[in-house]
């Protein structure tokens, strides 16, 4: 038989009433006690089973009775068990208590720092009605009223039935705890599968440019400087929640996805561009935009994607309507596409490729500003320059030597041979 032990703070000014209650609950009860506490709580016409099995719980249940004489001692009592982690599960209080506070202000204020213990207000027919009582604690879903004089039975009932609420209360409580971990868990699972599909899609585009996988890593967090100084100043701030914030900084990513449909010819070309080729570079804006809008109409739950669809297809308009593919102008440019523009730029200007030199911050800075109006929204420029350090710490951390793509390294060993550009 597993024996559970249940904690109940008796709270009464007459120290002879603290005898009575440990008499009474910590003796043993008869097969006729319990038989009738199982009548008292389920009725006559609860299954034979449901009596079993409410008397086997009553009979292996001990209670550990603490006493207090005034309420101010009963509401220290409960503070410390749980501090200590073992909290009461059942109050007994007396509602006349001079010189301290009434039980009804005892039960407030014990409420006020633990909520979930029953509470059972012992009266006298000559005190408070259950109509005042109810007015004064609004937590009447834990409360029982127990007149005085109360018999044994009586008291063993209530003391049982209270008790098991609590335990039932913690049950659920863990229960519910551990569900939430386990929903938190998946989440993040599913969470960190999406950024590592994301992270994955964007290499592939990376494998066959010039470029490395930090470069990614850098135009998360430059978007992210960005994002967060315009959510808390200018005049963007109705449009950047945290929902936002994240979804920007995880899509910006998949801004040259598409990438992967432009020839090696022109993809991998070690020096300018033709006119021709040039048109043909350009068509990557809306290859990879078509590509991750064709999987967000497909995925009601992937708004993320539409997001970096909108990235993918705008990130190289320009403020004065110059840029491509649409010549797209001013605020009819995307927000996303404008931060993304400015992180995108920066890095590429400070970043050594197998085909120029990094040049240094400062010099890419002052560019950057140069274009305010022109190539990018002078809003963010102004986020830019107020997260400069933050930008000018990033681009002269360390980066990788840059490599040519694998299939660069083919194609100058005659192994591979350019995809033509018709």
């Given at each position: 038989m597993n024996t559970r032990i249940f904690r109940i703070l008796t709270i009464d000014d007459n120290e002879a009433i603290h005898e009575d209650y440990r008499k009474v609950l910590s003796g043993e009860a008869n097969d006729l006690q319990l038989a009738e506490a199982a009548d008292f709580l389920f009725g006559d016409d609860t299954s034979e089973a449901c009596h079993e099995r409410f008397q086997d719980e009553l009979s292996e249940r001990v209670y550990q009775l603490d006493s207090a004489l005034q309420g101010a001692q009963g509401l220290s009592m409960v503070e410390e068990s749980l501090k200590n982690g073992t909290p009461y599960a059942c109050a007994f209080i007396d509602v006349r208590m001079p010189p301290g506070w009434d039980g009804v202000e005892t039960a407030k204020r014990i409420w006020e720092v633990d909520p979930d213990l029953p509470v059972v207000l012992c009266t006298a027919y000559s005190d408070h009605s259950w109509e005042e009582i109810s007015q004064e604690l609004e937590r009447t879903d834990q409360l029982l009223i127990l007149k005085k004089p109360f018999d044994t039975l009586e008291l063993r009932q209530v003391a049982a039935s209270q008790t098991a609420r609590w335990g039932l209360n913690q049950l659920i409580n863990e229960n519910t705890q551990q569900l939430e971990k386990r929903v938190e868990q998946r989440t993040r699972e599913m969470f960190e599968t999406r950024d590592l599909v994301f992270f994955t899609l964007a290499r592939l585009a990376e494998s066959r440019d010039p470029e490395t996988g930090e470069h990614l890593e850098r135009i998360e967090g430059y978007t992210g400087m960005l994002v967060n100084w315009l959510a808390e100043n200018g005049?963007?701030?109705?449009?950047?929640?945290?929902?936002?914030?994240?979804?920007?900084?995880?899509?910006?990513?998949?801004?040259?996805?598409?990438?992967?449909?432009?020839?090696?010819?022109?993809?991998?070309?070690?020096?300018?561009?033709?006119?021709?080729?040039?048109?043909?570079?350009?068509?990557?804006?809306?290859?990879?935009?078509?590509?991750?809008?064709?999987?967000?109409?497909?995925?009601?739950s992937c708004k993320f994607l539409s997001l970096a669809a909108e990235i993918a297809r705008y990130h190289h308009e320009k403020?004065?309507?110059?840029?491509?593919?649409?010549?797209?102008?001013?605020?009819?440019?995307?927000?996303?596409?404008?931060?993304?523009?400015?992180?995108?730029?920066?890095?590429?200007?400070?970043?050594?490729?197998?085909?120029?030199?990094?040049m240094a911050p400062e010099s890419a800075r002052d560019l950057i500003i140069a274009e305010s109006g022109k190539h990018f929204d002078p809003e963010i420029i102004e986020a830019f320059q107020a997260c400069w350090e933050d930008f000018k710490n990033r681009a002269e951390a360390p980066k990788e030597s840059p490599k040519l793509p694998l299939v660069a390294e083919l194609l100058q060993q005659g192994i591979a041979q350019p995809v033509p550009t018709a």
């Open positions: 005049p963007y701030q109705d449009q950047i929640d945290d929902t936002y914030r994240t979804q920007l900084c995880r899509s910006s990513i998949l801004h040259d996805i598409g990438k992967v449909g432009i020839p090696d010819s022109v993809l991998l070309k070690p020096g300018r561009l033709t006119p021709d080729e040039f048109e043909i570079m350009k068509q990557h804006s809306r290859i990879g935009a078509e590509a991750l809008e064709d999987s967000a109409l497909k995925s009601k403020f004065d309507g110059s840029g491509y593919p649409h010549g797209t102008k001013g605020l009819d440019i995307p927000l996303s596409a404008r931060i993304v523009a400015v992180a995108d730029v920066f890095d590429a200007l400070t970043s050594e490729r197998v085909y120029k030199r990094a």
